[in-house]
């Protein structure tokens, strides 16, 4: 089984006791521990995974580091765990800090079970950097995360491959997320560089209140309009059909799905993919309602996603089972349904917002 593969049936457990899981050493024991023997670290053995870690650094005395992660009789990772769901943004790392300056130890780690945060020494030689190179969650990853997380497994841990992309890696995502920040509420710097390239007329608070709002419309209808082109782009190559079909609205009583038992379910395959797709639009909506409530519905033609298991409530539907085309349906408060070519499974996140905003519309019971 590769990492791909235990990392999302680990995620598909621990989904199942999140909500059981209450104590920062309930977390390591189902959280933590499973997470590094998935990477291929046996965390039975002594000489590769040291619980309660202790080195004394200068006058402080005793203290511990939750893990320590030794290579070849030498460490390699220190672990600090925090109670599952606390806010690593806001983590006390006092110990991290210290025990880095002096072991051996290129790289830190700091989880709450569901984020891992990885640390080294970018900025400073021993000296642990302040933000994190790499950031993995384990119900919200992509392709591109696992690559990385790859690295840090038993067998293809290696120091110098991990550090020949660390700072690039570091970098680029501290790039990305204060992109998605700008996104979403550009500041006065953004909106004053892009008026100042459209607008003649003198920069005032004025002219900035009415440009903002134009400024995040504008990123969104540019990411919109390049995910189009892509999709374009490709559809001309393959001979593919329109981007995005028109949309329908489903009628009251249809019923998308054919239920385990009823006639014609035999017919029906469940393949990766849909298994995969769904806990992609899981993972993507867990934050506004139950995970408990979603529910997957296989058919012939397409595989449903329903809140609360009732055809009244349908939060997105796979259309993966032609061989050459792929598509995702999203739906509107009033159920209009809206179906859009996907290239890969990746491409559901672009559509996180809306599934979203459908789950909210349905996490009060509505």
């Not at 590094?36 to 965390?43: F, H, P, S």
């Not at 239920?259 to 395959?269: R, S, T």
Request: proline letters at 4%.
């Amino acid at each position: 089984m590769d990492i791909a593969d235990k990392i999302k049936t680990l995620a598909s457990r621990l989904e199942k006791q999140r909500e059981n899981v209450v104590t920062e050493e309930a977390c390591k024991n189902a959280f933590v521990m499973p997470f590094l023997n998935a990477l291929g670290y046996d965390v039975f053995d002594p000489s590769i995974v040291v619980p309660e870690f202790t080195a004394d650094v200068g006058i402080k005395k005793g203290e511990k580091v939750d893990y320590a992660i030794k290579m070849n009789g030498k460490i390699s990772i220190l672990v600090e765990c925090k109670g599952c769901g606390a806010s690593l943004a806001s983590a006390h790392m006092s110990q991290l800090y210290r025990y880095f300056s002096v072991t051996e130890s290129r790289f830190a780690l700091l989880t709450n079970g569901i984020e891992y945060w990885f640390y080294t020494d970018l900025d400073a030689p021993n000296k642990m950097d302040q933000r994190p190179f790499f950031r993995f969650n384990i119900f919200d990853y992509r392709p591109s995360d696992l690559v990385e997380l790859q690295k840090f497994t038993f067998d293809a841990f290696n120091v110098d491959i991990i550090l020949s992309t660390a700072n690039n890696l570091k970098y680029s995502n501290a790039i990305k997320a204060e992109l998605l920040k700008e996104f979403d509420e550009p500041s006065d710097d953004i909106v004053r560089l892009l008026v100042g390239r459209v607008f003649d007329g003198r920069y005032t608070q004025k002219v900035r209140e009415d440009f903002a709002p134009l400024v995040v419309s504008a990123f969104r209808d540019a990411i919109r309009d390049m995910v189009s082109q892509r999709l374009t782009s490709a559809l001309e190559v393959t001979g593919g059909g329109n981007v995005v079909a028109a949309a329908t609205t489903l009628p009251p009583a249809e019923s998308p799905a054919v239920p385990a038992g009823a006639d014609g379910a035999d017919e029906i395959v469940t393949t990766e993919e849909e298994i995969e797709g769904f806990h992609i639009v899981k993972a993507i909506v867990r934050s506004h309602i139950k995970s408990s409530r979603i529910v997957m519905r296989d058919a012939k033609s397409y595989c449903a996603i329903l809140i609360d298991d009732n055809n009244r409530r349908p939060l997105a539907r796979l259309h993966f089972n032609s061989k050459s085309v792929k598509y995702l349906s999203v739906f509107d408060a009033e159920r209009t349904e809206e179906r859009i070519k996907i290239d890969v499974l990746d491409d559901i996140y672009l559509y996180a917002d809306r599934l979203r905003a459908t789950a909210s519309v349905y996490a009060d019971g509505q």
